[in-house]
């Protein structure tokens, strides 16, 4: 069976990114190389979430970013995921902004995402928070996710 990829904002985003700083060519040259072989190895699901992030403002290359992610799956949010939301922001493992950081943490969790795929090296892929979140996750019954960049997904799948 695959493993389960929960893609958050930042990945379709890093895809069609265009600012010419080394670091965010790097990120997007490793996004589109995780990207081009994801399906051959893992199952992807996104949120609601994450499509109306992607909507709002305008930005260049919005359709396409759009368009990256229109054909995957979505998981549901539920009245469970708001709870675990409040309760990743009670215990400050997340920020305040119960739509954003939390709720895909949530989501990733609650649908039993083996990796949650983010650029979010700040809040999410941070393995400095990871301890916290486990033990919050822990605490909840909840399955902990592996909290990574695509960087860290590239690769190995012939070993």
Not at 50 to 73: F, H, M, R, T, W
Not at 77 to 95: A, C, F, G
Request: glycine fraction near 4%; hydrophobic fraction near 45%.
């Amino acid at each position: 069976m695959k493993p389960k990829v929960y893609i958050e904002t930042s990945i379709p985003s890093f895809y069609h990114e265009e600012r010419p700083a080394p670091d965010m060519v790097a990120r997007r040259l490793w996004t589109r190389q995780w990207w081009d072989q994801a399906g051959e190895h893992y199952v992807l699901v996104t949120s609601v979430a994450v499509l109306d992030e992607l909507s709002q403002g305008e930005y260049p290359n919005q359709p396409a970013v759009l368009d990256l992610v229109k054909a995957i799956p979505l998981v549901p949010i539920t009245q469970d995921i708001v709870e675990i939301v409040q309760t990743y922001i009670q215990h400050q493992v997340m920020p305040r902004d119960p739509v954003g950081d939390a709720l895909h943490l949530a989501l990733a969790s609650y649908h039993k995402c083996d990796f949650l795929l983010t650029w979010n090296c700040q809040y999410l892929a941070n393995a400095n928070k990871f301890g916290h979140i486990r033990r919050v996750n822990v605490l909840l019954g909840l399955y902990v996710p592996a909290l990574v960049t695509p960087l860290e997904l590239l690769g190995g799948f012939n070993e």
